[in-house]
């Protein structure tokens, strides 16, 4: 089986405390299944948000893009401090000294870009394995609950182009129940989130910019603030 839309894990939330009693009976009065209904359709991107396995998995790319985010800082930082004593040494260092300043600070420029390219590609490969595994599991599930409702097609919500239908067709909380029964997160997956990254949050699964490279350094240049955190495109 083959899900559509597939799901995206960038910068998630931590998962959210157990709902009180009010919401769960609110749950609980879902919209019944129209009987002999053979049509259904489900919101794969709220299965990723709202299951156990998908806060698990984006907890998973949020560590690595909180990695990388501190690691670009250190770089940028210590790329300020060589800046900032070619500036603040133009008039006493010797032209041998500012010719090799000038050298390392173009070396730290060209570590920089490569380090955002494959921190950036690293984040994208971490990002689509996990889709695959997700996907894996939640394939199954899907699977059961329309064959037990003897359904002959089963939607994807975001894929579909659904304008209108009956709320009763949404098996979304269903399946998310089930996907939780039959896959639930690893032991402590979720026990404490991991901080944000310093680059402000774009969204489930909105691309972020990629950091640019610091401008190359001719003369007296001040270096770029830190670039922001590269993370998973959509």
């Known amino acids: 089986m083959v899900l559509a839309a597939a799901p995206t894990f960038a910068q998630a939330p931590a ?3 157990a709902a009180p009693p009010a919401a769960q009976a609110a749950s609980a009065a879902e919209p019944a299944f129209p ?5 259904a ?7 990723a948000a709202e299951s156990q396995q998908g806060k698990a998995l984006a907890l998973r790319v949020q560590a690595l893009n909180q990695q990388k985010v501190t690691e670009l800082n250190q770089k940028n930082t210590a790329l300020q401090a060589s800046q900032q004593k070619l500036d603040s040494g133009a008039s006493v260092l010797s032209d041998t000294a500012r010719a090799q300043l000038a050298k390392d600070i173009d070396r730290q420029q060209t570590e920089i870009q490569r380090f955002t390219d494959d921190a950036q590609k690293e984040v994208e490969e971490l990002q689509n394995e996990l889709q695959q595994e997700f996907q894996q599991k939640l ?3 899907v699977q059961q609950v ?3 409702k003897k359904l002959e097609i089963l939607f994807s919500a975001l894929d579909a182009g659904i304008i209108w239908a009956d709320a009763g067709l949404d098996l979304t ?4 129940r089930r996907f939780d029964v039959a896959a639930p997160a690893p032991a402590g997956a979720a026990a404490a989130p991991v901080p944000r990254p310093a680059a402000p949050a774009l969204g489930l ?3 972020a910019p990629r950091p640019a490279a610091p401008a190359p350094a001719t003369g007296a240049r001040r ?4 670039a922001p955190a590269p993370a998973p495109k959509k």
Do not use: D, H, L
């Open 223 to 226: 270096p770029a603030a830190p």
């Open 41 to 47: 359709f489900v919101n794969i991107q709220r299965i």
């Open 146 to 148: 329309a064959q037990e």
């Open 173 to 176: 909380s269903e399946v998310i």
């Open 205 to 207: 699964g909105a691309p």
């Open 139 to 141: 394939g199954p599930v």
């Open 15 to 17: 998962a959210a405390p």
């Open 35 to 39: 009987a002999g209904a053979k049509y």
